[in-house]
């Protein structure tokens, strides 16, 4: 009996070994190629940081060196529009791409409404869910394909002129958004002089005092060294900032089924890795800011929800169509 014993133990080494040494390396079915990868974040912003400590490294690990990365950062591919426009034709794979991206897909405008989310419990509830996913569903429609969202902070509100401390502060100060009608509205509800404006021009038009003052993550605001020219900021909160990780459409389905479930899952990773990064380097960059003299107020933001409650109603005017994905948000931010 002990000798049977003894060569049922050798036997099931033996198998056990062979299922090792045989087994399907899904590496070898991922084809090499070379992603590129398009940001206009800075170096050290949580996006790009994170695309290269963990969706380049992964990715590369993963492949077995079949895959690799390359992160165009800092803008240096040019304004995120264009970016958005070589993710569409091809020129490179993939890309993070900020509110802009409503330009080409209204469904997005949803991600941008004014106070959709309190905090980011809510947030990664709702980004992370089939509503997630329904809000990125028309994305192919125009030669794209989104693969989740990047954090980019509750927005702040930063001015060289005077404290934000209520909302008849912000009244009359002439503020930059971007070229969306998400900001753009809000802030004309809030009842600033809203200039519209490329973000690589945003710093020497602050410095320059051209505008008085902008709003974006508190990231943001210390990575591109806002704080040095903007001593007022304020936690108006008002919008979720989000950058939707894209890839091209053609490119993206003649990839392997292998290939797609890999980069699938290193997005995944990033974005998890992402959105904690994000939120401890905000609140060390509140400390930053602080530190650089920053005077920071923290308004009663119930007079700013009141002021923007126009633009969920044109919003639902302009896209009858969206209401009922708005009000699944808010009854899932419940559950």
């Avoid at 045989?22 to 084809?31: I, L, N, Q, T, Y």
Wanted: contains cysteine; proline residues 4%.
């Amino acid at each position: 009996m002990k000798k049977v014993s003894v060569l049922v133990i050798i036997a099931v080494v033996v198998i056990a070994g062979a299922f090792m040494i045989f087994k399907p390396d899904s590496s070898k079915k991922v084809e090499k190629l070379t992603i590129k990868f398009g940001s206009v974040s800075a170096t050290n912003h949580p996006v790009v940081k994170s695309l290269n400590e963990v969706f380049k490294k992964r990715l590369e690990e993963l492949s077995g060196g079949n895959i690799k990365v390359q992160i165009f950062d800092n803008a240096s591919l040019g304004e995120e529009s264009a970016i958005m426009e070589q993710t569409q034709l091809g020129t490179i794979q993939m890309s993070s791409i900020s509110e802009i991206i409503t330009g080409i897909d209204s469904k997005l405008n949803i991600l941008n409404l004014p106070y959709l989310f309190e905090n980011e419990v809510e947030a990664d509830k709702v980004l992370d869910s089939e509503i997630g996913d329904e809000i990125l569903s028309n994305l192919p429609q125009h030669k794209l394909v989104g693969l989740g969202v990047l954090e980019n902070g509750f927005r702040v509100t930063t001015n060289s002129k005077r404290p934000i401390e209520k909302l008849a502060d912000i009244k009359g100060l002439k503020i930059r958004t971007p070229r969306t009608e998400a900001q753009i509205n809000i802030f004309n509800a809030f009842g600033a002089n809203v200039a519209p404006l490329n973000f690589s021009e945003l710093y020497s038009a602050l410095q320059q005092k051209v505008v008085d003052g902008q709003e974006n993550g508190y990231n943001t605001v210390v990575t591109q060294s806002f704080y040095e020219v903007q001593p007022y900021l304020s936690v108006t909160n008002h919008m979720y900032g989000t950058f939707i990780i894209i890839a091209n459409d053609d490119w993206w389905n003649k990839l392997s089924p292998e290939t797609r479930d890999m980069i699938k899952t290193v997005t995944r990773e990033t974005i998890e890795y992402e959105r904690k990064l994000s939120r401890d380097m905000a609140e060390e960059n509140k400390k930053i800011c602080i530190d650089h003299g920053v005077k920071i107020s923290e308004p009663d933001l119930s007079e700013f929800a009141k002021a923007v409650e126009p633009v969920y109603e044109n919003f639902y005017k302009q896209f009858p169509d969206y209401k009922q994905l708005v009000e699944k948000i808010f009854e899932a931010k419940k559950q």
